[in-house]
């Protein structure tokens, strides 16, 4: 799925969609999924287009809680299983695939609802993308080379110094955005926050969609759900999701992938013999940082509308609101 649209140029895409981000485990796709029901019974037709870096990848179905088939029936999905777990998948194909998506639905006489986690990719569909620096050959090898002896921890708190807000919002082992990070700082001499950052021109005036954040008022609330959803996808067969995926010749524990939050520590976990103890702890762990990470860019989204996530009628304010701002998002669409 592509679009000869240009990632790097922000437009007005995204204005006629109605858009629902939260970090993981806040409850998005049960609101996305009343959300849809809702509008339906207003006889507004919608439909979904995930905005989540792992729900493209066949295969990875429990780990990524991906919607169920009955769900996917009820309510049409879009960008879900569309690549397999070698092949790469970035934020520049996302806005052409997502454009695309959202064109197609468009024309249906759908409501598009922008539903996931990712904020990269949100981001890079409100906003465009930068055209960064091609990729140097030499350096990526001399990262890669310090990588093997220092430790991707040791780069990420390199770049912490260079980069802090790149480095706030990524892993200490993310192996593949902290090299791209350090590439693009040397090979041009700027952060690569400093190309996100699009504050003037087209970008500045580029309309922003309707976005209802869920987001928890009490971290504790998140981490028991959290801690509550691994032990769930454990006792439906995660483990035995990831040894089907080890036994694929062509997949490898590097692979971007195989590298997503569950994964990279179930991966692990079977390398050391399969320990269930510890994986959920270090699975667990690493799921809080991740959410973490997610409301962190969520703030720097100011015109989100914020809904606690934690609130006991969470999913009914998503809804009211919704409602709202959908005809906000149906009038944009034909302005």
């Known amino acids: ?40 019974d207003d006889g507004m037709r919608v439909e979904i287009v995930s905005v989540d870096s792992a729900l493209v990848y066949r295969g990875m179905d429990i780990g990524t809680a991906k919607p169920s088939a009955a769900e996917r029936a009820a309510v049409p999905h879009h960008l879900i299983d569309i690549v397999e777990p070698f092949a790469p998948y970035s934020a520049a194909r996302f806005v052409a695939d997502a454009g695309e998506c959202i064109r197609a639905i468009r024309a249906r006489g759908a409501l598009p609802l922008l539903v996931g986690g990712t904020m990269l990719y949100f981001k890079a569909l409100f906003d465009g993308l930068d055209r960064l620096p091609a990729a140097d050959p030499g350096i990526r090898a001399a990262i890669e080379a310090r990588a093997a002896r220092d430790g991707w921890p040791a780069l990420h708190a390199e770049l912490a110094l260079l980069d802090p807000p790149t480095a706030a919002r990524l892993a200490p082992h993310d192996s593949q955005r902290i090299q791209r990070a350090l590439e693009v700082r040397q090979v041009s001499g700027r952060p690569l926050s400093a190309w996100h950052t699009r504050t003037t021109g087209a970008a500045s005036t580029a309309p922003r969609p309707p976005l209802v954040a869920l ?24 483990v035995d999701e990831v040894r089907a995926l080890r036994a694929r010749p ?27 103890a510890r994986l959920q702890a270090t699975a667990v762990a690493a799921t809080r940082q991740l959410a973490k990470r997610q409301l962190t860019w969520l703030r720097s989204m100011p015109w989100r509308t914020v809904v606690d996530a934690d609130a006991p009628d969470a999913v009914e304010q998503v809804v009211r609101i919704a409602r709202e701002l959908a005809t906000v998002a149906r009038d944009a669409s034909r302005d």
């Open 250 to 276: 062509e997949l490898h524990a590097d692979l971007p992938a195989l590298r997503a939050v569950g994964y990279r520590q179930a991966w692990q976990a079977l390398d050391a013999g399969g320990d269930p």
């Open 215 to 238: 987001e928890p008022r009490d971290r504790a609330w998140l981490h028991a759900r959290i801690e509550q959803r691994f032990a769930a996808m454990l006792a439906a067969g995660f």
């Open 1 to 40: 799925m592509t679009t000869d649209a240009d990632p790097s140029v922000p437009g007005d895409i995204a204005a006629g969609c109605l858009c629902i981000a939260g970090p993981t485990a806040s409850g998005k796709s049960a609101a996305a999924l009343a959300v849809a029901a809702a509008l339906g």
